[in-house]
């Protein structure tokens, strides 16, 4: 190696002993290439890290793509070659703050050869995050991560870095997908959430909560649907008349109205104006709603149906503003809009659940079913980070993201807290989920088609807000 790695691997040494150990027990499989500019650039499993062409030009709009700016605190996944560090350090200035993880630390050994700025790795702003191992990297990274304010943190994905994870790294692959759904959100969504929710707050004040579904279903049956490409196929399913209640996102909806069927919920939770247009391609809104707080503004104004409120975190909130969230209902698992249909599910007492067009994977190679308003949008599938996960089948693997992976683990961890009500699934094609039977049929349950369900929603009899728990709620809006 040369005097550049050896003086940049002492640096790591004395601010980062773990990564420098794990440089120091990596391989040489970065491939080390000049550019055609000259600036260096590196090869790994036959693709390339940066550009082959200009690699600082590359890493300087790389940086300018995520709107970042002074003082903001950057979580990195991803050193590459380290070209993105120090225009990353420039735009956060004096009191920003940036940590770079890297699990691969090979990658991280071949950086250190093509730094030449001793000043990037001694930055007091910077923390360098490897490990030995999957554990060690993944404590190391909780560590450094606990120190950034969560409400000035910005996630940047660097993905050659992500693609050339270490084989068996499942844990770290998951946690940055965690890192980068469970901490981007709220930075970005925090002002148009809190809006929505004042003003949402008249209707807040004169609709029921989930609450009021508790017992709805006692001995029924309820299908939760997404959107998912298996929805195609077994819509038919929904179509025969069953006697078990139907709760479907709103990304679902218009599919099912187009097929003559009307879900007897919808769940919405997406606070941006985006989310009305499944309703206005659907032509309906009036079916009964189920949503938290922060959901679309708009949508929330122009609906004429009834509306059932549940609230994420009520511990956020201050007593009287608490205790009337816990009495309207309480969203424990998150995750997606079929989370909290699957939830209230379970609320309401089904006595079992039947998955359709929960696919979290991408069933031959296509992302939504037909109809629905990403199908009409065209959206594509991402090429970043893909993997591939066991589906029911023998042997069977579906194509899936890393993008999923929260959405899955929250229907899991539902499943799993709610074991006494028995989950099946008609997406045989999507990926597997722990504690859920895959069926081609509700039929093998001895569910008769054609008995049909007639689903009374409770009317709204009152629910105890008071000018206390609106005060409340203002307090902690204007303190956000």
Not at 46 to 55: C, E, M, N, Q, V
Request: proline share 7%; net charge neutral.
């Amino acid at each position: 190696m040369t005097d550049r790695y050896t003086k940049n691997l002492m640096a790591l040494e004395a601010r980062f002993p773990t990564a420098a150990t794990a440089v120091r027990g990596a391989g040489d499989d970065v491939e080390i290439l000049p550019s055609r500019k000259g600036v260096p650039t590196g090869k790994l499993s036959g693709s390339y890290l940066h550009s082959a062409y200009d690699p600082m030009d590359e890493a300087i709009k790389f940086t300018r793509g995520h709107g970042l700016g002074p003082g903001d605190h950057v979580a990195l996944y991803g050193m590459g070659l380290g070209h993105h560090l120090k225009p990353l350090l420039d735009i956060i200035g004096p009191q920003g703050l940036l940590v770079v993880a890297e699990a691969n630390a090979a990658i991280l050994k071949a950086a250190l050869a093509v730094v030449d700025d001793p000043a990037v790795l001694n930055d007091p702003r910077l923390t360098v995050v490897a490990g030995s191992g999957e554990a060690e990297f993944l404590s190391q990274w909780a560590k450094a991560l606990a120190a950034l304010d969560t409400e000035r943190t910005r996630v940047v994905i660097f993905s050659p870095s992500l693609r050339n994870m270490p084989a068996g790294f499942n844990m770290a692959r998951r946690a940055v997908e965690m890192v980068r759904m469970e901490r981007r959100f709220p930075v970005i969504m925090g002002e148009v959430e809190n809006e929505n929710f004042r003003r949402n707050l008249p209707r807040i004040k004169k609709s029921a909560g989930v609450s009021a579904l508790r017992g709805t279903l006692t001995g029924r049956g309820a299908f939760v649907v997404g959107a998912g490409p298996t929805l195609d196929r077994d819509i038919v399913e929904l179509c025969r008349n069953s006697p078990m209640a139907i709760f479907s996102s709103d990304t679902a909806c218009p599919v099912l109205l187009s097929a003559g069927i009307t879900p007897h919920m919808v769940f919405t939770a997406d606070p941006q104006p985006v989310s009305r247009w499944h309703f206005d391609l659907a032509g309906r809104y009036d079916i009964p709603l189920v949503l938290p707080p922060t959901a679309c503004a708009n949508l929330v104004g122009s609906w004429s149906g009834p509306l059932y409120f549940g609230f994420p975190a009520p511990e956020r909130h201050k007593d009287p503003a608490r205790s009337w969230m816990r009495s309207m209902g309480v969203f424990e698992g998150g995750g997606s809009v079929s989370a909290y249909a699957l939830e209230t599910a379970f609320m309401a007492g089904a006595s079992h659940v039947v998955l359709a067009g929960q696919d979290f994977g991408y069933p031959w190679g296509r992302v939504y079913a037909t109809g629905c308003l990403p199908d009409w949008s065209q959206v594509s599938m991402s090429q970043e980070g893909l993997a591939r996960e066991r589906n029911y089948f023998n042997n069977g693997t579906t194509l899936t993201a890393l993008a999923l992976y929260s959405y899955r683990r929250a229907f899991e961890d539902l499943i799993r807290a709610h074991d006494g009500t028995r989950v099946y699934t008609l997406s045989a094609h999507g990926v597997a989920l722990e504690g859920v039977e895959a069926i081609p049929s509700p039929a093998v349950l001895g569910i008769k088609p054609g008995e049909g369900f007639e689903f009374n929603a409770p009317a709204f009899s009152g629910n105890g807000y008071t000018a206390e728990v609106e005060r409340a709620f203002m307090d902690w809006l204007e303190g956000q």
